[in-house]
């Protein structure tokens, strides 16, 4: 893995006890929300103009809309419609299980560098994490937070050993811990979900705010994006 921000001398800055993490009760939980609703509900008002490029972008280089809704699993397992810009081809699903032998990484979720079902266009967006903007929208709708664990797939969830499902016990995120210590260069799932907790049990309003930080240069140098 490559070296990221060393998280070891964080102080206990707001800091809630391990059961609650970043969804424990009180006035920290309503600032976060609020964070949450301000700087996503910003950030998309400041970006609509390249939003609305991006997606015109996508109609051309290929057929089929330009937003990719799909199911994930929220906050102890809700479902939910999480938007992704779409960055694959219309068929993409239904070529997936033609490509599960070439998986890069070990437990249940599935990336493959080269995928052949991603379209120029959607490279692009993949490298600079372009498409995962229209998620902005699911943290305003409460769905999602800015920093959390990744929201799994249904089918992924399926497949969690019981600890696993620990992860699942606060909101999901758009970036969190393990995105900005390696992304997904990191092929051990187990190791995802030792970032995961360690984020819930260490949660700061502090901790966020460096996370968010520390998430832009980690998007500009594109590092295990794909």
Same mark, same amino acid.
């Given at each position: 893995?490559?070296? %990221?921000?060393?998280?070891?001398?964080?102080?206990?800055?707001?800091?809630?006890?391990?059961?609650?993490? /970043?969804?424990?009760? %009180?006035?920290?939980?309503?600032?976060?929300?609020?964070? =949450?609703? #301000?700087?996503?509900? !910003?950030?998309?008002? #400041?970006?609509?103009?390249?939003?609305?490029?991006?997606?015109?972008?996508?109609?051309? =280089?290929?057929?089929? *809309?330009?937003?990719? /809704?799909?199911?994930?699993?929220?906050?102890?397992?809700?479902?939910?419609?999480?938007?992704?810009?779409?960055?694959?081809?219309?068929?993409?699903?239904?070529?997936?299980?033609? @490509?599960?032998?070439? $998986?890069?990484?070990?437990? *249940?979720?599935?990336?493959?560098?080269? =995928? *052949?079902?991603?379209?120029?266009?959607?490279?692009?967006?993949?490298?600079? !994490?372009?498409?995962?903007?229209?998620?902005?929208? $699911?943290?305003?709708?409460?769905?999602?937070?800015?920093?959390? /664990?990744? /929201?799994? @797939?249904?089918?992924?969830?399926?497949?969690?050993?019981?600890?696993?499902?620990?992860?699942?016990?606060?909101?999901?995120?758009?970036?969190?811990?393990?995105?900005?210590?390696?992304?997904? !260069?990191?092929?051990?799932? =187990?190791?995802?979900?030792?970032?995961?907790?360690?984020?819930?049990?260490?949660? !700061?309003? %502090?901790?966020?705010?460096?996370?968010?930080?520390?998430?832009?240069?980690?998007?500009?140098?594109?590092?295990?994006?794909?």
């Amino acid at each position: 893995m490559p070296p %990221g921000p060393d998280f070891s001398t964080l102080g206990p800055v707001l800091t809630v006890s391990p059961p609650l993490g /970043p969804d424990g009760r %009180g006035w920290s939980r309503r600032t976060k929300r609020l964070m =949450d609703i #301000v700087l996503a509900g !910003s950030t998309l008002l #400041v970006l609509l103009p390249l939003l609305l490029l991006i997606a015109l972008a996508i109609r051309l =280089d290929s057929t089929g *809309p330009a937003l990719y /809704p799909h199911t994930r699993l929220g906050r102890r397992g809700r479902p939910f419609t999480m938007y992704k810009f779409r960055s694959m081809c219309p068929d993409a699903e239904h070529l997936k299980k033609h @490509l599960q032998h070439l $998986n890069t990484l070990k437990g *249940p979720v599935f990336k493959l560098p080269d =995928d *052949p079902r991603i379209t120029r266009i959607g490279r692009l967006l993949r490298r600079t !994490s372009l498409d995962e903007l229209p998620q902005l929208l $699911n943290v305003v709708r409460g769905d999602m937070s800015l920093v959390g /664990p990744r /929201p799994p @797939l249904p089918a992924e969830a399926a497949t969690y050993a019981t600890w696993h499902w620990r992860r699942m016990d606060v909101i999901p995120g758009l970036t969190g811990l393990w995105q900005i210590s390696g992304r997904a !260069s990191e092929p051990d799932f =187990d190791r995802w979900v030792a970032w995961d907790l360690r984020y819930i049990d260490e949660w !700061s309003l %502090g901790l966020d705010l460096r996370i968010m930080l520390y998430t832009i240069p980690a998007v500009l140098r594109g590092h295990g994006a794909y």
